[in-house]
């Protein structure tokens, strides 16, 4: 029943921030800033679960931890990337937040690219 308490807090922001920018604009972008980093400090809660979790079954398989760090970096370069793209969206500036998420997913895919090496190898291996 967290989500009611999230999606209450982003409507309330962004009908704050509506009424705002008909008066002062740039404290729209102020409260719009502020509501971001409230629900993204509610997920932090949500953030440290999957961290406990994915702990967890590094305890239980005997799998590469790297592969589990790499996907933690995903998950954090995604998360990153679109928060600050959303910000720059709702600033004005889709330039920037275009640039932002292009960025990200390059970073991504980079990051990825060891996991699918590995993975190639590994069918290359059965096929052999």
Same mark, same amino acid.
């Given at each position: 029943?967290?989500?009611?308490? /999230? %999606? /209450? &807090?982003?409507? %309330?922001?962004? *009908? ?5 920018? #008909? ?18 400090? *509610?997920?932090?809660?949500?953030? @440290?679960?999957? *961290?406990?979790?994915?702990? #967890? ?8 931890? %790297? ?5 933690? @970096?995903?998950? +954090? /370069?995604?998360?990153? +990337?679109?928060?600050? %793209?959303?910000?720059? @969206? #709702? ?19 980079? &990051?990825?690219?060891?996991?699918? &090496? ?8 059965? &096929?052999?």
């Amino acid at each position: 029943m967290e989500i009611i308490r /999230i %999606a /209450i &807090l982003g409507i %309330a922001g962004f *009908l704050l921030a509506v009424m705002v920018r #008909d008066v002062r604009p740039e404290y729209a972008v102020y409260i719009s800033l502020g509501t971001v980093l409230c629900i993204m400090l *509610l997920s932090v809660e949500r953030l @440290k679960y999957l *961290l406990e979790m994915l702990r #967890d079954l590094e305890s239980y398989l005997p799998i590469d931890t %790297a592969y589990l760090h790499s996907l933690l @970096k995903m998950i +954090g /370069i995604t998360y990153v +990337g679109q928060f600050s %793209a959303g910000l720059c @969206k #709702d600033a004005g500036y889709s330039a920037i937040a275009g640039q932002i998420e292009i960025f990200s997913r390059l970073s991504v895919l980079v &990051l990825s690219m060891p996991i699918l &090496l590995a993975l190639m190898e590994t069918i290359r291996s059965f &096929l052999s």
